[in-house]
């Protein structure tokens, strides 16, 4: 075979921008294409599970 292996790549699930996998080191938010967009995911992520936890509580206020 010829040349190089292809790259990974993949696209940012956050903001749908192509992202190239360069090595564990370089891309540490892959596959992600910046610290910010991997913040906000996982953010997004955190603030439904507060939210449906909030819906819990509510629900146990409503019952009593
Ligand atoms: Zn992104």
Redesign the pocket.
């Given at each position: 075979m010829q040349g190089k292996e292809k790259p990974i790549s993949a696209r940012?699930p956050?903001?749908n921008?192509p992202v190239a996998y360069k090595g564990p080191d370089k891309d540490v938010f892959f596959p992600?294409?910046?610290k910010r967009?991997k913040l906000l995911d996982l953010g997004r992520w955190l603030d439904e599970e507060y939210k449906i936890e909030s819906e819990g509580k509510k629900m146990w206020i409503d019952v009593n």
């Open positions: 940012c956050n903001c921008t992600f294409c910046s967009c």
